[in-house]
């Protein structure tokens, strides 16, 4: 029944929790793979570049002319990306699942987390995603949002939530 099931992981022990669900899900279904992903937000600064006396403009119009030194200039470039971090990180899980038999492979995606695993797993034909949750409810989800949340309300396909270990229900 579920061929392709899509597992976000973000390196903590919450998201881990759902891994033994997916081995059950992976062995008793017959699934044929186990994709795990972990989503790396790029994150857009600017660095300065030698031999231009060009003014800079933000992309929202306004100068930073009157910061930068002579003869430089700012570009944007991507820094903070973590890919492979997060790629040692899923080789490291992806290693103990094909240990126990099961076909694993893996993916770091750049971009919104949300957005991310939604648009992969339908572009990629997975039967379902399976994700953990903290749980929260209320106020504390609104500060702090929920990925998990937003993949289930955003997605087409199946999601199976694993509620945190120790989780209480609220009334």
């Known amino acids: ?35 795990l992903v972990s989503v790396t937000e790029r994150v857009q600064g600017y660095r300065a570049v030698e031999g231009s006396t060009e003014p800079v403009v933000r992309s929202g119009g306004g100068w930073l002319g009157s910061i930068q030194p002579p003869l430089q200039r700012l570009v944007p470039e991507a820094f903070g990306k973590k ?13 103990t699942l094909a240990a126990k038999g099961i076909n694993v492979s893996t993916e770091v995606l750049l971009w919104k987390p949300t957005e991310a695993i939604v648009g ?45 270990p120790g989780c209480v229900p609220g009334i």
């Open 1 to 35: 029944m579920y061929k392709k099931i899509l597992v976000p992981l973000d390196g903590s022990k919450l998201a881990e929790s759902a891994l033994p669900h997916v081995e059950e899900l992976a062995k008793g279904c017959g699934t044929e793979e186990v994709i």
């Open 83 to 95: 890919e492979k971090q997060a790629q040692r990180y899923l080789d490291r899980i992806a290693k």
């Open 120 to 164: 992969y797993a339908k572009q990629y034909g997975c039967d379902l995603i399976v994700m953990a949750s903290h749980g929260r409810s209320g106020p504390s989800r609104w500060a702090y949002g929920s990925v998990a949340d937003k993949v289930l309300r955003s997605s087409c396909i199946p999601v199976l939530m694993i509620r945190a």
